[in-house]
């Protein structure tokens, strides 16, 4: 059985709420007071649907208590009685209030019913959509917060951000673009979870990428694989700009010096500690997504993709912590301390490149003087 809707009447006449009362109790839940503030009293503890107002009462008019309401109640819907004639002064005091609509006294008892009725149904429908949207902005929000966990796997805040307002940013058809490849590799990693406790090794591999992968998204890079020891991170994709060259060697060296600080504290903690070697590459990359509406996955594939591999190799070979491919140096070379290592064949690439091993960033003045 439904609920009936709920009527405050409010006049400082009995005999008028007696009346009141007696026409509209056999289809509504009827509240009754005597004095404004005993109204608004009950409306901030009632679930009203209409208040039907008096104008002339002790110490309150009924276009003063109906403003009020709205403070208290905004949903409920007004309703004004009225002796007065001024029709225009009404109007005025009307639309200051918010009412609803207004009945002239005295009242004719079947207009007065019908108006209670569609003042009834305009508060169940404002309900309803208020309900409705409410519903609509939580499923929004759900989403979105699916969507952003998600993404904060994988992207920066920042980037995150971006494609949480606009969605196909990341939904990429599959196209070539300029972009940095930065591959990250632990040294060692064999030997060391061959000779660590397991409990051991995933902390200290937790601890590692956490540092690894907050770096990679303050430069605004994205993490486009983990694979064992293994870091992927990607720089101009999906996010083009002119300065992904330099973002990825600037989070290469950060990552450098990260490491070296978890090693200090492990090492001081009694636990083993391991180095890492950076290989980057520039150039074209085909990146698309792929997957199902539930599940995508960034892909890029290109030259660069495996450059940045094998340069990564390199750098136990030279005894480096971060080696650039020609394409990287060229955007970069005014701006870091580097050493050339020559044009080493790399495998899987027939055409040999010159590498050069990054030992640091110059101040900016340096790099400006040097310019």
Known sequence: ????????????????????????????????????????????????AVVLSDQRMPGMTGTELLARSREIAPDTVRILLTAFTDVE???ESINASGVYHFLLKPWDPHELLLLVARA???????????????????????????????????????????????????????????ATVLFADIRGFTRLIESTPAPVVVRLLNEYFAEMIAIIFRHQGTVEQ?????????????????????????AAVDMVAAVQRLSTRWLAEGLPAFDIGVGISSGRVMAG???????????VVGRAVVAASRIQRMTRLFDAH?????ETFRQVGD???????????????????????????????AATAAG
């Open 226 to 250: 983990l694979v064992g020891d293994e870091i992927v991170a990607l720089f101009g994709v999906p996010e083009p700009g002119p300065d992904v060259a330099l973002r990825a060697v600037r």
């Open 322 to 326: 971060i080696i650039l491919g020609e």
């Open 289 to 299: 997504t792929i997957g199902s509406e539930r599940r995508r996955e960034l892909i």
């Open 1 to 48: 059985m439904t609920t009936p809707a709920t009527v405050l009447l409010v006049d400082d006449e009995p005999r008028v709420l007696d009346a009141l009362e007696a026409l509209l109790a056999m289809e509504y839940r009827v509240l009754r007071a005597e004095r404004p503030e005993h109204a608004l009293a009950r409306l901030a503890e009632e679930d009203v």
């Open 120 to 178: 009834v149904e305009h508060h169940r429908l404002c309900r309803e959509r208020a309900l409705a949207h409410l519903e609509a902005t939580q499923s929004d929000l759900v989403s979105e917060a699916a969507v952003r966990t998600q993404l904060e796997r994988y992207v920066s805040p920042r980037l995150v951000d971006l494609a949480i307002a606009n969605p196909g940013i990341l939904d990429l058809p599959g196209s070539w673009r300029e």
């Open 89 to 91: 002064a009404m109007m």
């Open 335 to 365: 701006v870091v301390e580097y050493r050339e290592l020559g044009t080493p064949r790399l495998k899987g690439i027939r055409q040999r490149l010159p590498l050069y091993e990054i030992r640091g960033l110059r101040e900016p003045a």
